[in-house]
């Protein structure tokens, strides 16, 4: 693999690593941001619990999608991008947060690139 492409993919490997490891522990603490802002009235509502037990579900996950990004690149990237996809379109069908949506979109896309670049296929350009 070309050095500046193995560079690239390590830079993705750790952000996509670490920020949802980060991410996921600021569930339990909320220093970052009341993650449960981020929860539409309307999903609330559907909720069997409080919100902010949903919020640290979604940390426990968050976590575990770090760590597999860390171990399992490939596998962990694909479903850090697939997680990213689903929370921006949960904000954009409730209308909330829409800058946060496009960012994640964004961040989705990172995060399939790093998948994709994590599948060993050596293919010429």
Do not use: C
Request: cysteine-free.
């Amino acid at each position: 693999m070309n050095s500046n492409v193995h560079f690239v993919k390590n830079i993705l490997k750790y952000t996509f690593g670490v920020v949802p490891i980060v991410a996921g522990l600021d569930k339990f603490t909320n220093i970052l941001t009341q993650w449960s802002q981020y929860i539409s009235d309307g999903f609330a509502s559907l909720l069997p619990f409080e919100p902010t037990t949903f919020m640290i579900i979604v940390g426990i996950i968050e976590i575990v999608a770090g760590f597999l990004v860390l171990t399992r690149t490939k596998i962990g990237a694909y479903i850090v991008s697939a997680w990213l996809v689903a929370i921006a379109l949960t904000l954009i069908l409730s209308w909330n947060y829409v800058d946060v949506a496009v960012r994640d979109l964004v961040m989705a896309i990172a995060a399939f690139t790093l998948a994709k670049l994590s599948e060993g296929k050596s293919t010429p350009v």
